[in-house]
């Protein structure tokens, strides 16, 4: 099928002075140009244009996209399969992100409790990753099935402030317990 400038811009939702500017600079150039000078697109344009917008919507730069598409070894199926891995780890980050808002609206209205580390959690995705290798370990190593670690997160998401208060209390008597066997050099048990 082919699309002129306009039904192609009215499809995707981006103006026509978008698809005529990508053209000027060589990032999606038009399948043909009409007698009339107008441009038209068919599929291969379209997957061309499919994969600017989900780079745009990473944050890549026109230029950035534009030496990408340019290279001889660009592989479309991997891009989108790049794109979808890229895509959902944008998914986790948000839905880490609406889960501490969700907790400090319950910790402003007295109703649970945080730790500092709590209210920036979304913004260390460094330790999100640090997390879910924590996890993969403990599953792998049959510590833990896939269904207890989920409903660990469930249970303490409910966590009241009397409930982190009594989790803080359990954890420092086991810190103080071993802190004294290893100065001691000795065993300990929790």
Sequence with gaps: MVYTIKQLAKI???STRTLRFYDEIGLLKPAYYGEN?????????LLILQQILFY?????????IGVILSKTSFDKISSVQTHQKLLQEKIDSITAMLKTINRTILYLKGEAMMEVEEFFYPMHLKNRGIQREYEKYLIENDILTKEEMEASWVKIE??????WNNFKGEGDKFYQKMTKALENDLTFQS
């Design 56 to 64: 745009r919507e990473l944050d890549f730069s026109l230029k950035d």
């Design 158 to 163: 409910k966590w009241t402030k009397d409930d």
């Design 12 to 14: 995707l939702g981006v």
């Design 37 to 45: 000078q107008y441009r038209y697109y068919q599929e291969e344009q």
